[in-house]
């Protein structure tokens, strides 16, 4: 114990020692109660000890395979020796961080490495989250065009806060939070859409993920680069949010980089380059953009964040961008994930209720659909009665309570898996979801068994709520 902890009586280690087995509980009485309750009841209240790479172990020594990184932020596993060693060198330091009234060299740094992957693009506005990148580049669009409107997508995920919200494409999150900002959703690569909103004048933007998370859905093939003409031609901005198909996710650092001549407004980015340590986004801009919104000594503090550019974050972010180029993350992401999807894409024609393997890079989606066979149409179809989506939670639980594999449902009401681990995995990876996944095809289609007794259970869940 440090002379700093005799002094306070704070010992971290002792605290958890004494505290650490009532997690459930303290959840339950100060957190989100509902988040333990779900966690109980489809069996995912587990007790991890530790974690390292895309790996968790409990306390009897197993291994878990880890396919979901945090929803993204674990780009590079868990506790990467080289993110470790930047934050206890940029903690020994000592450093006059977040003075207010002087300009320090790390996020000066890290923006000018970013932009590196953007050279389109001039400048960076780093704040703590995706969602308060996005707040930024919607704000920025309005401000900078003059117009209240910003376009989106249907079923996009842009982030919970209010303006974000407003972006949001699913009236589940949305429901019970109005008035939100001026906003229309349009369908993911309808052109004639867009074209007759930015019609009206009154449209900043249009915001979109390359790989819209929810679904594993991609733009068509050239919808990106025909509305970023439209948009321009409109005076309008396109809005990139690569929040998680950010940094190597889809086999290139950024998703838009698939598709030839695209070049956004403003990017938004996050998850992975926090390290999994200090949170931080950023919004990457055209130079004009940013001039227009600083657009005098009295505008310097118009947007700005209390905890932007501090140095734990912009230290994390440095050394992720270090260990990606060092490490080749981004081509292990495109060659890992070629190899999972084929793969999967090779069970399709093998399992009835197995429908589409989609995505790009690490970022893949795995759909379930009607089966064919009389057995297991009746089976299915008291799981659509009760609630759609439960075939696929049916998937994921005896992933993780079988075969030791963390996944996720990619959305409410969908029959859709996603698969985002760390852009480390290897064969060795694959080789274990594979044989999972194929043994969990096989125990559901056999048409009985632990796996569609885990599946009534459900329903029942599903029911009571109702």
């Known amino acids: 114990m440090t002379a700093a902890e005799q002094r306070t009586g704070f010992d971290l280690g002792q605290l958890l020692a004494e505290r650490a087995g009532e997690r459930y509980d303290l959840h339950a009485r100060y957190l989100n109660h509902q988040l333990p309750r779900m966690l109980h009841t489809i069996g995912f209240d587990k007790v991890y000890e530790r974690a390292e790479g895309a790996y968790f172990w409990d306390a009897e020594g197993q291994d878990y395979l880890d396919m979901l990184a945090g929803f993204g932020v674990m780009g590079l596993g868990r506790h990467h020796p080289v993110v470790r060693k930047a934050l206890h060198d940029v903690l020994d330091a000592s450093l006059a961080d977040l003075t207010r009234f002087d300009c320090q060299p790390l996020p000066g740094l890290l923006a000018e490495k970013l932009l590196s992957h ?110 970023q003409e439209l948009l321009r031609r409109h005076k309008a901005l396109l809005i990139a949010d690569e929040v998680q198909t950010g940094l190597g996710r889809t086999g290139d650092f950024f998703a838009y980089r698939h598709e030839e001549g695209v070049e956004p407004d403003l990017v938004c980015v996050a998850k992975a380059l926090s390290g999994g340590y200090v949170p931080v986004g950023a919004t990457l801009g055209k130079d004009w953009i940013f001039k227009r919104v600083y657009s005098s000594m009295d505008r310097v503090l118009v947007h700005s964040a209390s905890f932007g550019s501090n140095a734990q974050a912009m230290a994390a972010g440095l050394a992720v961008l270090s260990v990606m180029e060092d490490e080749q993350i981004v081509a292990n992401a495109r060659r890992t994930g070629d190899l999972l999807r084929e793969r999967l894409t090779a069970l399709v024609d093998r399992y009835e209720l197995l429908h589409d393997v989609r995505g790009r890079g690490l970022m893949i989606g795995i759909e379930f659909g009607k089966p064919s066979s009389l057995g297991l149409r009746s089976r299915w179809a008291m799981l659509q009665a009760a609630r759609k989506g439960l075939f696929a939670q049916m998937v994921v639980a005896p992933l993780l309570q079988r075969h030791r594999i963390l996944t996720q449902v990619s959305g409410d009401h969908l029959e859709v898996i996603k698969l985002i681990p760390p852009l480390i995995i290897g064969e060795r990876e694959v080789d274990r979801f594979v044989g999972a996944f194929t043994a969990v095809m096989d125990d559901a289609h056999a048409g009985g068994g632990l796996m569609w007794e885990f599946g009534r259970t459900l329903v029942k869940q599903a029911v009571a709520h109702r």
């Open 118 to 227: 953007a050279p389109h693009l001039d400048r960076v506005f780093f704040g703590n989250s995706g969602t308060e990148a996005v707040e930024t580049a919607l704000k920025f669009a309005r401000f900078a065009t003059r117009r209240p409107r910003v376009l989106y997508c249907t079923h996009a995920f842009h982030g919970l806060t209010t303006g974000a919200l407003s972006v949001n494409g699913e009236d589940g999150f949305r429901e019970g939070f109005s008035p939100l900002l001026p906003d229309t959703a349009i369908e993911l690569g309808d052109l004639a859409a867009l074209e007759r909103e930015l019609a009206h004048g009154d449209v900043a933007g249009l915001i979109v993920e390359p790989i819209q998370g929810k679904g594993v859905h991609a733009s068509p093939p050239g919808f990106l680069r025909a509305a």
